[in-house]
């Protein structure tokens, strides 16, 4: 069974980090590209990713370039998402999702988590 599970999720202040876990079963997230999205409150989820970890290659969103990076575990089979200087307008359900090799919008991605929700606030 095909299954991908964010976690890490909390309430952070302002200047705090937070490290998010995607973690995969039923198939290896080393043989596919690796994003995350987020939907901030009010808006729908975004279409395009915050960062995407593909064929070695990292992308990033502007928003977020310098603040976050993505990392995986091989053996573990999980992917994270490192967030560093966190803001208010950082506040979101972050979504973990896994595509095939290059892939950027979200409608390319074909597994996607249930979403962990993160709240930062002073």
């Known amino acids: 069974q095909v299954q991908v599970v964010e976690s890490g999720g909390s309430l952070v202040q302002p200047g705090g980090s937070l490290r998010l876990s995607c973690s995969a079963s039923?198939?290896?997230?080393?043989?596919?590209?690796v994003g995350w999205f987020r939907q901030v409150p009010g808006s729908e989820r975004g279409r395009v990713p915050l960062?995407?970890?593909?064929?070695?290659?990292?992308q990033y969103a502007d928003s977020v370039k310098g603040r976050f990076t993505i990392a995986r575990d091989k053996a573990k089979n999980v992917v994270y998402l490192q967030m560093n200087g966190l803001n208010p307008e950082d506040t979101a359900v972050y979504y973990c999702?896994?595509?095939?090799?290059?892939?950027?919008?979200?409608?390319?991605?074909?597994?996607w988590g249930q979403g962990t929700q993160v709240i930062v606030s002073s």
């Open positions: 999702a896994a595509g095939p090799g290059g892939s950027w919008f979200a409608h390319e991605f074909q597994y």
């Open positions: 039923g198939f290896s997230l080393d043989d596919y590209a």
């Open positions: 960062i995407t970890d593909s064929e070695g290659s990292t």
